[in-house]
């Protein structure tokens, strides 16, 4: 108890760390444009999508359709597409996507509409002008609806689009395929921006628009999304070559025509832009609910934390809503006598055709090309880790670049937030393992950051990179003293005691301070106490599984793998999630653990009250073991959704049987167990 004690103590320095220096920024786009009109630098937009039954093709064209429509000159703007799986019916998508957009840039254009991503636009009820954009609006929405119809058609039967096959030559790029993992590459320029056919219905240009699926070959290393981020990077020096690259995932839509904007004020800034690297938006969600059930929108991370790195150095990369400048993506030192002189960069002299472009890039996205090269190591993203973004961000911070936050009122990306428990604690593990390989390896904030970033960046790094290890002292601390009280041996000072009251300050101190701040980032009680409840659940199980995970790896008896989260739902798991009821769904060790202690801590409190009850002096209890009945109460407390899950609902989402026989079991065999070793 009292190591736990001691991490927690010097964890908690760690947590002020990110409260010393918080540093807000905003933008003055208007000044922006009236100095460089058309001196604006080309921009990039890199989309990555992985799998077409994880990440729907209808998703992803919505996110493609809704950076396309950024309010920035369509001749400066490139679109490109990632697709990991290699799929057709993705590509089919785009394809209808490219035809739609055509006529949804002008009406975005014609009425300045808000949000552009065309789905969540439709969903929040537009409310027409006048009668002229009433008749557009109707149409558009038909448009959008048969393009929709089309796409969720063809992925149900996964073939009707034979008959398109034949009638577009990109399909023919598949006859060589022989599988996800086994396939040429496949470049495919749908909209080709530098030519004077390509426009819109009203006659403007449209932005380039590029479909990639790289070589993949079963003896090759595809290195995830870092490999994809690296083809891309290639792909497009050779076809567009923007400055500034944008990168987000496939359901990350942008929800602020205005972001391009945003961003480039930091970078174009006279004084200060020269040495800012990137420029991160905060993760946010658009289906989150109002008290955020699964702690998933990490408020006070992205709220207070993140404004307190801006303070330091700048956030870390997070993958997606991030703005690069190409150069320092690609490796480059930040140096004071290399200034960018933006008026300068501004041609496009390629005077190829579409087809000698397409092939003079395709060779930029083989497997072969990065074989004994830097990329993966010096330049573009960093290979072999499970949050390659933040290392990236990390190192591309030691080269001595900065990084900045936007944060405006209005969320800028919206992406899509896990709905089930399990999916929740997945991810939290994949990012608790990731970011502890991350302080174990060689980029360890302390070593490899030591006189290249500041020392209180090197701490907020650490913070993040520990969070995985918070486990075991959370654990003790969630079983211990309960264990404890079942044999009535107090472990904390009595309340008459003075040595109380540094535990009562600590205490209330803390819960008022972190609910205060949870309050004043915009959140409610209720997803307060539910971010408490997830704060455990996630260190007693997803850190715990992602320590030992690592522990093993060092061992080496386990390998790291990288999971894709599933961004899709059933109706009544969506259903559920938006009434705020936890979703179980099945059988997991991480859920069987939880389980386990929340029985734990209810047969310890039951053991107590019915011992008071049997020989009274419930006072006496109290005043020895104050502490410790508080503590198995709010553990009990808290865990009451998880109570109900197992005893009383009925509905499909609640707890497994086989889980909760389990958890019984294991339950009383440890209150049984660490009886009987008191006793010994
Ligand atoms: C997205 O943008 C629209 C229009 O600016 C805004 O009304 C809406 O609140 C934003 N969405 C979310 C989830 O905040
Ligand atoms: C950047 O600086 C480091 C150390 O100062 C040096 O080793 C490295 O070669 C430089 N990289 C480039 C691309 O100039
Ligand atoms: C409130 C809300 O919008 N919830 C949605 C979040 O995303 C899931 C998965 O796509 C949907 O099923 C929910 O309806």
């Known amino acids: 108890m009292s190591g736990a004690e001691m991490w927690f103590t010097l964890y908690w320095i760690l947590t002020q760390a990110l409260r010393w220096n918080p540093v807000y920024r ?46 920035y000159p369509p001749e400066k703007l490139s679109v490109y597409l990632s697709d990991d799986g290699g799929s057709q019916l993705t590509f089919y998508s785009l394809l209808k996507a490219s035809k739609f957009s055509k006529y949804w840039l002008p009406y975005c254009r014609k009425y300045e509409i808000e949000p552009r991503c065309p789905a969540a636009y439709f969903k929040s009820l537009p409310e027409p002008l ?41 399909f023919s790029k598949w006859d060589s395929y022989s599988s996800q993992h086994d396939h040429d590459t496949i470049l495919e320029i749908l909209i080709d921006g530098r030519s004077p056919e390509e426009k819109d219905v009203e006659g403007w240009p449209l932005p380039t628009l590029v479909y990639l699926a790289r070589e993949k070959r079963p003896q090759y290393i595809h290195h995830y999304k870092a490999g994809a981020m690296n083809a891309l990077i290639r792909v497009s020096s050779k076809i567009s070559n923007g400055e500034i690259i944008l990168n987000v995932d496939c359901d990350v839509y942008s929800n602020n025509s ?16 020269q040495e800012i690297a990137f420029v991160q938006w905060p993760q946010m969600f658009s289906n989150i609910t109002k008290n955020d059930l699964y702690g998933s929108s990490f408020r006070v991370t992205m709220q207070v934390e993140f404004h307190g790195l801006d303070g330091f150095g700048g956030p870390i990369y997070l993958g997606t809503g991030c703005f690069h400048r190409r150069d320092a993506l690609c490796g480059r030192n930040f140096s004071k006598d290399r200034l960018v002189e933006w008026k300068s960069q501004n041609q496009m002299t390629i005077e190829v055709s579409t087809q000698e472009l397409e092939e003079e890039a395709k060779c930029l996205a083989s497997c072969t090309y990065e074989v004994n090269s830097q990329w993966g190591k010096e330049v ?13 961000g990390m190192t591309i911070q030691c080269r001595g670049w900065k990084s900045v936050l936007l944060n405006p009122i209005k969320p800028s990306f919206l992406g899509l937030a896990p709905t089930t428990l399990p999916q929740f604690l997945m991810q939290q593990k994949r990012w608790g393992e990731g970011l502890l390989q991350l302080v174990l390896s060689k980029y360890c904030p302390l070593w490899y950051g030591h006189k290249r ?45 003075p040595w109380f009251l540094p535990f009562a300050y600590i205490i209330i101190s803390k819960y ?23 704060w455990l659940y996630k260190r007693n199980s997803s850190y715990l599984f992602a320590f030992l995970t690592i522990v093993l790896k060092l061992l080496g008896l386990s390998n790291l793998t990288f999971v894709v989260t599933a961004k899709s739902a059933d109706k009544d798991v969506s259903e559920r999630y938006e009434n705020e009821i936890m979703e179980f769904g099945h059988s997991s060790p991480m859920i069987t653990l939880l389980a386990a202690l929340a029985l734990m801590n209810l047969l310890c409190f039951a053991t107590v009250l ?71």
């Open 258 to 273: 205005q972001s391009i904007r945003d961003a480039l004020c930091c970078f174009m800034d006279e004084k200060y832009g």
């Open 453 to 497: 970033i500041s020392f209180g960046h090197q701490l907020c790094y650490c913070h993040y990179g520990l969070w995985a290890a918070n486990c075991l002292a959370t654990l003790c601390y969630s079983t211990i003293p309960s264990l404890y009280l079942l044999k009535s041996i107090p472990l904390f000072p009595e309340i008459s005691s």
């Open 512 to 534: 008022t301070y972190s609910s205060v701040e949870y309050l004043r980032s915009q959140g409610t009680f209720r997803g307060w106490w539910n971010e408490q409840r997830v």
């Open 610 to 680: 019915s011992k008071a009850a049997m020989d009274g002096g419930i006072m006496v209890i109290v005043e020895n073991m104050g502490l410790q009945i508080l503590l198995c109460v709010v553990l009990v407390l808290i865990n009451f959704p998880l109570y109900e899950a197992m005893f009383f609902r009925k509905d499909k989402g609640k707890m497994p049987r086989d889980v909760t026989v389990k958890s019984v079991v294991y339950a009383l065999v440890g209150c049984i167990g660490f009886s009987l070793l008191l006793k010994g």
């Open 380 to 392: 573009g993203l960093k290979y072999g880790f499970i949050v390659e973004d933040a290392i990236t």
């Open 130 to 170: 006048d009668a002229t954009q009433a008749t557009s609006l109707a149409s558009i929405k038909k448009l959008y609806e048969k393009m929709e119809a089309r796409i969720e058609l063809s992925t149900k039967l996964s073939r009707s689009y034979e008959e398109i096959q034949s009638k577009h030559k990109g």
């Open 26 to 71: 905003s933008t003055f786009k208007d000044r922006l444009s009236n100095r460089y009109k058309n001196h604006m630098p080309r921009v990039d937009i890199f989309v990555c999508t992985a799998d077409p039954n994880l990440e729907p093709p209808i998703m992803v064209v919505n996110t493609v359709l809704s950076v396309m429509a950024y309010d």
